[in-house]
């Protein structure tokens, strides 16, 4: 039989309303990136602000090796916090799934709730709490576990620990789905082969889940490259991430064409490693 | 290869019971089936036995070991999920090979000893593919390959053929009994198909209501059911309420049967008269048998290779299964062998 129709909608409208997100795309996105890109080549005035220039100074300065120390410290901050954040979300999102489903959804909740806090909040409640003046130091001392009240932030430690706080849902939330389809009855099956329960899992749940493992790993790995403010209220100046220098350069320095290289820079890493982790998630099919 | 012995076990979950102080001994090197209706306890049952799950009491011994005091990856059972449980991860022929390497077996031996099993479950020559790439029936023979690699004392299936599609069961069926007779393993088999368990059991437990309600072959669990669950559960039957009048006869719809009674009834006890289908004979005129009930013919329905006639006897219904070539409204007789209906208490 025929179906002339087939692939072929006769109303139109569809397309149409495919406008309307393109549009924002073009005006949100697309837009400002060219800004920034065309930024980056301009030419810098001192004491004044720029001036429209087709140089490759910001480029020539952004390789510089200090930039390339601080390209190089963003990098392993964000490998650091991504793998103890794994650390701490594998096996908590691996019992989760076990849970009855009724039991998951409290939690699920509560780490959805955590996503919708800013970072603002989220850095300045640990600042709060590693403080010397009102910190759990203090809480410490009362217990007499303490001597004196200590003052843990800035540090490169209060930095990890935030950045491991607020990415720790989005790793769960990430790990979640293919944990709970991971079948129970494969371990058990191993079990009645002979695999002891560490054996199984390193032959079984952990060769299913590595795909899952990884993307997370390079969603978080991306995420803490992007964050400005958990390092900047958090960490030392020599902890700051490459996001704080674009400020720092942007802001303060009145440095708009070196803060768009460096972006420009950022943002292709960014997107390097977003394009790694869409071939992971395909050849795992 | 010894008995398995199942030692009053129960188990519960929370506050839901799933199996109710269960004590069996299975003969060795035979082929048993759990039967039962959906929830009645037959997986808890099988899952107890691999060590799955621990009992909330009683013990299981095989001979003189005591096996639920061994754990689970030690016990040396086999056993196909109801889902086959495959690795998806692996091809194949590791996949069978899967116990013989966590056991240290060399690579050589495991491929030979995968390529046997291939052989054994008809599949030889894909021991390289991919698990995705398996038909329903391939994966539920590669299951079975896998779980026979370690030559098991034991070979648990949980509803291993419900996923397949009824020629292919029916063919499986024969297949698993063969099987089952060349090694010799003692093989336990969950369904709840009782054409199922008839075609390949050497023994059926019959289960219900979180119990064992009769263990036994299956001509006599068909033909002597215990009770009125199992009665009820294994094929049709009809159900006669009838009074006990003395040791060995009863009254039902009017008349009276001399049938042989279990000593443990009393005189003017209800019972139920359970007959089948197959073994009640109609007649159109009043035939020169001693066990006979008069009634009229209500509905005929052809099944293809048999007729079912239902039949008014007093205000109550019986099923009668044979050729015949009466119709609606026809007054007509019934009679049987007392032999063949069996008294249940009520
Ligand atoms: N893990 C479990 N948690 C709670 N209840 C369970 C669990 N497994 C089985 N049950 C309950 O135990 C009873 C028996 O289940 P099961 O052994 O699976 O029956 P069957 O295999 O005969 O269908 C059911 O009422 C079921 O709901
Ligand atoms: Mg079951």
């Known amino acids: 039989m025929n179906h002339p129709s087939y692939g072929k909608p006769k109303n139109r409208w569809?397309?149409?309303?495919?406008?309307?997100?393109?549009?924002m795309i073009l005006l949100l996105f697309f837009v400002p990136l060219c800004i920034m890109f065309a930024l980056s080549f301009f030419k810098r005035i001192q004491s004044a602000f720029f001036e429209p220039a087709f140089v490759f100074e910001n480029y020539v300065r952004a390789f510089s090796t200090f930039f390339l120390q601080r390209i190089g410290v963003s990098l392993w901050v964000a490998a650091v916090a991504a793998f103890i954040c794994l650390l701490i979300a594998f096996p908590f999102t691996f019992f989760l799934s076990r849970l009855r489903r009724s039991r998951q959804v409290p939690y699920l909740v509560l780490l959805i709730s955590i996503l919708s806090l800013s970072e603002v909040i989220i850095a300045f409640s640990w600042s709060l709490l590693l403080s010397k003046t009102s910190g759990i130091s203090n809480?410490?001392?009362?217990?007499?576990?303490?001597?004196?009240?200590?003052?843990?932030?800035?540090g490169f430690v209060a930095m990890l620990s935030a950045l491991v706080y607020i990415s720790l849902p989005l790793a769960i939330i990430v790990l979640y789905p293919s944990l709970s389809r991971l079948d129970v009855s494969l371990t058990e099956a191993a079990t009645t082969l002979g695999a002891s329960p560490i054996v199984s899992f390193f032959n079984v749940v952990l060769p299913n889940v590595r795909q899952a493992l990884l993307t997370t790993f390079i969603?978080?790995?991306?995420f803490v490259l992007g964050s400005y403010l958990i390092p900047q209220v958090l960490g030392r100046p020599e902890h700051w991430t490459l996001p704080v220098h674009i400020t720092d350069q942007a802001l303060l320095k009145s440095n708009m064409p070196l803060a768009a290289a460096l972006a420009m820079l950022l943002l292709i890493a960014s997107a390097g490693l977003s394009l790694l982790t869409l071939r992971l998630g395909r050849s795992q099919l | 290869m010894p008995n398995l012995i199942i030692q009053a076990i129960s188990k519960r979950f929370g506050q839901t019971v799933a199996l109710e102080d269960v004590s069996l001994t299975l003969p060795e090197a035979k082929l048993i089936c759990f039967l039962g209706p959906s929830g009645c306890g037959k997986t808890t049952l099988l899952r107890l036995i691999a060590g799955l799950e621990q009992a909330s009491s009683?013990?299981?011994f095989l001979g003189e070991t005591e096996l639920s005091a061994i754990a689970a990856h030690k016990r040396n059972i086999g056993m196909v999920f109801q889902s086959f449980a495959l690795f998806p991860h692996l091809n194949v022929a590791n996949n069978i090979a899967y116990g013989l390497k966590i056991r240290g077996v060399d690579k050589l031996?495991?491929?030979k000893r995968a390529e046997e099993l291939l052989e054994l479950v008809q599949l030889s020559g894909l021991g390289k593919r991919h698990i995705s790439q398996l038909s329903g029936g391939q994966r539920q023979r590669i299951a079975m390959a896998r779980a026979l690699a370690l030559e098991p004392d034991l070979f648990l299936l949980d509803e291993p053929l419900s996923a397949l599609d009824a020629k292919?069961?029916?063919?499986?069926?024969?297949?698993?009994?063969?099987?089952?007779?060349?090694l010799g393993i003692t093989t336990i088999v969950v369904t709840h198909d009782q054409q199922e368990a008839m075609t390949m059991a050497d023994v059926i437990v019959v289960m219900g209501e979180n119990r064992v309600q009769q263990i036994g072959a299956p001509l006599e669990i068909y033909h002597k059911p215990k009770n009125r669950f199992v009665a009820d559960f294994i094929g049709s039957n009809n159900f006669i309420p009838a009074l006990v009048k003395d040791t060995q006869s009863v009254s039902a719809l009017g008349s009276i049967f001399e049938i042989a009674l279990p000593k443990s009834l009393k005189v003017g006890a209800q019972v139920a008269l359970s007959i089948r289908p197959e073994k009640l004979q109609l007649y159109s005129s009043e035939p020169p048998k001693s066990s006979k009930l008069a009634g009229t013919i209500k509905f005929i329905r052809d099944l293809g290779s048999t007729v079912e006639t239902f039949v008014e006897?007093?205000?109550?219904?019986?099923?009668?299964?044979?050729?015949?070539?009466?119709?609606?409204?026809?007054?007509?007789w019934l009679s049987f062998d007392p032999a063949d209906a069996v008294i249940l208490e009520v």
């Open chain 1, 14 to 23: 569809p397309y149409f309303l495919l406008t309307y997100p393109a549009i």
């Open chain 2, 168 to 182: 292919l069961r029916e063919a499986m069926q024969v297949e698993l009994k063969l099987l089952q007779q060349r």
């Open chain 2, 109 to 111: 031996t495991r491929l």
């Open chain 2, 313 to 332: 006897v007093a205000g109550h219904e019986l099923s009668v299964k044979g050729i015949q070539h009466l119709a609606t409204g026809d007054k007509v």
């Open chain 1, 139 to 154: 809480l410490l001392v009362a217990l007499k576990l303490l001597d004196a009240p200590v003052s843990w932030a800035p």
């Open chain 1, 219 to 222: 969603l978080v790995f991306i």
């Open chain 2, 58 to 60: 009683g013990k299981i």
